[in-house]
């Protein structure tokens, strides 16, 4: 089975850092990635990991260490734009499906 | 880039009846899509894995009587909520996997909002 665990809800400041962890526990993993979801719209892809190490893509960087189910979204230089919740997702070993955690709602503050 | 789209991206219907929504992958051909739901403030709920010219792969607990899947096409899959009830009201999402290079990346439509009265 597929358990991915994720913090509820961040509050950060704007222009500021934010680190979102995720650990999964899978009986099979081929990558995981992370989604952006504001209120009421569908997730928008934001990075695929399926190797080791950092990856990094503008303000967002996104690290992934499989030997220990471990990853994490980095948002740098904060913006109100960035309040939204962040979806972590892993995709199983026959890579046809993705099994997502529940979710971080980060808030951003002026 | 690739393009889901989803449609209707709101629908209101009368309980007991039936609506379809489709999904349409606009540039690229997906022999596999994915039809999620979402609760309020909810993550993502995969409820089956539709693949084309093949019969829809089923979540436990989802009843494939009731939400009939169609994969006809590399394009195209409908979801339609049969006999609909107030419960399934939901924000219904669906999602097709790139080919060759895209392959490891999974798009998603805008969504479809369904309330049933």
């Known amino acids: 089975g597929q358990n991915i665990d994720q913090p509820t809800e961040m509050t950060a400041t704007e222009g500021a850092i934010v680190q979102i962890n995720c650990t999964y526990q899978t009986s099979g993993f081929n990558g995981l990635f992370w989604y952006q979801q504001h209120a009421g719209e569908a997730p928008t892809f934001l990075s695929y990991n399926v190797l080791d190490g950092l990856e990094e893509k503008g303000r967002f960087s996104s690290f992934l260490s499989r030997s220990k189910g471990y990853s994490y979204l980095l948002l740098k230089e904060l913006q109100m734009k960035d309040s939204a919740s962040y979806l972590c997702?892993?995709?199983?070993?026959?890579?046809?499906?993705?099994?997502f955690g529940g979710g971080t709602r980060v808030l951003v503050k002026p | 880039g690739a393009v889901v789209s989803q449609h209707p991206s709101r629908v209101i219907c009368k309980s007991g009846t039936s609506v379809k929504i489709e999904c349409r992958s606009l540039d690229f051909q997906a022999t596999t899509m994915f039809w999620y739901r979402q609760f309020p403030k909810k993550s993502l709920m995969l409820m089956a894995t539709?693949?084309?010219?093949?019969?829809?792969?089923?979540e436990q607990g989802v009843e494939k009587d009731k939400f009939l899947i169609n994969h006809a096409s590399l394009t195209l899959s409908t979801l339609t909520v049969t006999s609909a009830h107030p419960e399934d009201s939901s924000f219904y999402i669906c999602s097709a996997r790139g080919q060759g290079s895209g392959g490891n990346t999974i798009y998603f439509g805008e969504g479809s909002w369904l309330t049933v009265v």
């Open positions: 539709s693949n084309e010219g093949s019969k829809a792969t089923y």
């Open positions: 997702a892993v995709k199983n070993a026959a890579g046809n499906k993705l099994t």
